[in-house]
């Protein structure tokens, strides 16, 4: 009697689980999933399947600047959306900002995942005056925004490094400062999963058999209080990504050099009201997109992993 293969068997049981039956009977679910896939495809093969390399100088001509996109008098075949005020061809500086949008995004959130969890775990397990230190710290960092502690950062960073040095480090700046900004809720929503998770049978368990505190937290707290962080990180993509867009819209993001998709926005606002509209709609919209579907993936997961809704 021969038997399907090992990785056969877990793909159908992942097809099989509840999980997966709930996706496949959501179209808003699905829908959202095909149109990030497309987002993350553009975005990942950029350098392949761009139609031009807007980074290249060499191929810049200021004489295609300001060209309408396809459907406009005065459009040309060769740049489907139009160009921007240095001839740039929209489409493909869309594709190779939302690159930059999505790292900045995706690392920012792993950053902020990695800091929380920890603090979050330490807080919950070790209790006392630690748990006290690490809560008032967060109660203080709750008092202001986001997008101002981010522009703190980022301004003592431009204060305390080399001018020759802004450029190189601004990409990981930017990571640090929105990362640091949105790691409190991690730890907040972990120390309380882990503050009821720590007085369970299996953990007195591991604590009788002689397991250190650390591998306790490692081994058996951070599995079990894992679920409602990812839900949180999924959503909180969207939020890092809406950050990074409006720092660089305010023009301390990054540098044009690498344009993302905040500054390929504040170009064209320059323009917008001359009548070279294309220029700020169309990074506009491949914001929204993004950012929509990003955000209704993960409402569904969290309905979808919330077992009170089942």
Known sequence: MTTAPAPARRLSRGWDSDLAYNFRHSPVAIVSAVLLLVCLCAALFAP??????????????????????????GARPEYLLGTDDQGRDLLSAIMFGARISLLVGLASVLFAVVLGVSLGLIAGYVGGKLDGFIMRIADVQLSFPAILIALLIDGVARAVLPRDAHGPVALFVLIFAIGISNWVQYARTVRGSTMVEKNKDYVHAARVIGIRPLGIMRRHLLP????????????????????????????????????SLGTLIRVGNDFLFSGEWWITVFPGAALVIMVLAINLLGDWLRDALNPRLQ
């Not at 761009?50 to 406009?72: C, E, V």
């Not at 079990?224 to 990504?241: K, S, Y």
């Not at 990074?244 to 690498?258: C, D, K, N, Y």
């Open 224 to 259: 079990n209080v894992m679920g409602p962080v990812l839900v949180l990180a999924t959503i909180n993509i969207a939020t890092a990504i809406i950050t990074e867009a409006t720092l660089s819209f305010l023009g301390i993001g990054v540098p044009p050099t690498q344009p």
């Open 48 to 73: 392949w399947i761009a139609p031009h390399n807007p980074f290249d100088l060499a191929t810049l001509n200021l004489m295609d600047a300001l060209t309408p996109p396809h459907g406009i008098a």
